[in-house]
């Protein structure tokens, strides 16, 4: 199930136009007597009423202290107060006026959340991460995670593929030693996970193992977390390092943990350029 919030306004053109250019929100679903518009995982609808209804706040949340500063430069002309903490419920925000008066609300939160992302949202905005907090994922949040992989899809549901937790610094070390430079994202986290699949188990190991990885990355996503494909991983020195079967497929190493870092995207190909109709 789903669900949209919908507020009366009186004056429907004036509040299209502040959320959709002010405050760049995408349209959603245009009613004609009705505008909705998604932000991240909410929808929001105003309707042309009698009267506008403005009892209630409306909380956008975002990643981090710094996406809150900088929303806050961006939408200044409607803040009404600056950002700052507040600790009882463990935000950083600020606060702003919409043109009918409803109360806005910037914020991010300071503590891990349970997944709130749209499945849209989540694909659009997952980035390779090389910096992290020193702060190790707790097992039981590494575990939520890999519960979201039990779903990743293999060849004839042979679920071939594994995870391995490495926490050993000194064989991290070793396996970067291995990939040269472009394997130091592995040491930027307090550990790493090798994806791998069982060969004597699917005769697909490398599509099972490749998917199951990128599941992977998408499953801490929604938890909050950062990883970083490392490839060139399915080699005897690291296959010894880590105990796994000549014959299994190591697609990747990726670290994991809270990232302390977060940019924007990089530059995309275009649909037309990839995609091909005969
Ligand atoms: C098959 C594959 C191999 C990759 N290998 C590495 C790697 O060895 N080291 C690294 O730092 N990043 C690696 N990456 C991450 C890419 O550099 C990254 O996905 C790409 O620059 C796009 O950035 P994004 O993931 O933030 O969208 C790899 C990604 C893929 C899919």
């Not at 199930?1 to 349209?27: A, R």
């Not at 105003?46 to 981090?64: K, M, R, W």
């Amino acid at each position: 199930m789903n669900g949209i919030v919908f507020f009366k306004t009186t004056d429907l053109p004036l509040i299209k136009q502040f959320y959709s250019k002010v405050l760049e929100l995408p349209e959603w679903l245009d009613q004609g007597t009705c505008a909705i518009f998604k932000i991240g995982n909410q929808l929001i609808g105003f309707c042309q009423g009698e009267f506008a209804e403005t009892a209630g706040t409306i909380t956008f949340f975002l990643a981090s202290r710094y996406e809150v500063d900088a929303a806050y430069s961006k939408f200044k002309e409607i803040a009404i107060s600056q950002p700052q903490p507040n600790p009882g419920y463990s935000v950083y925000h600020f606060w702003g006026r919409d043109p009918e008066g409803r109360s806005l609300e910037f914020q991010c939160f300071e503590h891990a959340l349970k997944p709130h992302l749209a499945l849209d949202e989540g694909l659009a905005s997952r980035r390779s991460i090389r910096k992290y907090l020193a702060e190790p994922v707790e097992e039981a949040l590494l575990n939520q995670v890999f519960e979201l992989c039990r779903y990743a899809p293999t060849a004839n549901n042979a679920q071939s593929y594994y995870y391995i937790v490495i926490k050993q610094q000194d064989i991290l070390s070793k396996i970067v030693a291995l990939r040269g430079p472009a394997g130091d994202p592995i040491l930027a986290a307090p550990y790493a996970i090798a994806v791998a699949s069982r060969g004597n188990v699917s005769r697909r190991k490398v599509q099972d193992a490749c998917i199951a990885a990128y599941h992977l990355l998408l499953a801490a996503k929604a938890y909050g977390l950062g990883t970083c494909w490392v490839t060139d991983m399915d080699k005897d020195e690291v296959k010894e390092l880590l105990g796994v079967p000549k014959d299994d497929y190591i697609a990747c190493l990726t670290p994991i943990g809270f990232p302390a870092e977060s940019f924007s995207l990089p530059k995309r190909h275009e649909i037309a350029s990839f995609v091909r109709q005969l």
